[in-house]
């Protein structure tokens, strides 16, 4: 009977580790992308919210939904958080949405 491989030696595809979904928000590195940009310009600070409804997210709306607003979802191939809550599946939605 062959051992089974730990988590640590797997090595994911180019096309996973590059871009895809985790649940209904995005990972990989188009994830942490997302993340990084809207961390770094202020948009997930209350001063930063109008970038967010700009792109046409309704944050009130996420806000009172059952679901946590925010939070970090670890990255299984970058090894680093990335948006997850309602606000990172609305993130995702819009920009399917925006193609």
């Given at each position: 009977?062959s051992r089974p491989r730990a988590?640590?030696?797997?090595?994911?595809?180019?096309?996973?580790?590059?871009?895809?979904?985790?649940?209904?928000?995005?990972?990989?590195?188009?994830?942490?992308?997302?993340?990084?940009?809207?961390?770094?310009?202020?948009?997930l600070t209350l001063e930063g919210?109008?970038?967010?409804?700009?792109?046409?997210?309704?944050?009130?709306?996420?806000?009172?939904?059952?679901?946590?607003?925010?939070?970090?979802?670890?990255?299984?191939?970058?090894?680093?958080?990335?948006?997850?809550?309602?606000?990172?599946?609305?993130?995702?939605?819009?920009?399917?949405?925006?193609?």
């Open positions: 009977m988590r640590d030696s797997y090595v994911a595809s180019p096309e996973l580790q590059a871009a895809r979904t985790c649940y209904d928000h995005l990972a990989g590195r188009l994830g942490m992308a997302v993340t990084d940009a809207l961390s770094q310009d202020g948009s919210e109008q970038r967010l409804e700009a792109l046409g997210l309704d944050l009130g709306s996420l806000r009172a939904g059952s679901r946590v607003f925010l939070r970090p979802c670890l990255d299984w191939t970058e090894r680093r958080p990335h948006l997850a809550g309602a606000l990172g599946a609305a993130i995702a939605a819009r920009l399917f949405e925006l193609g």
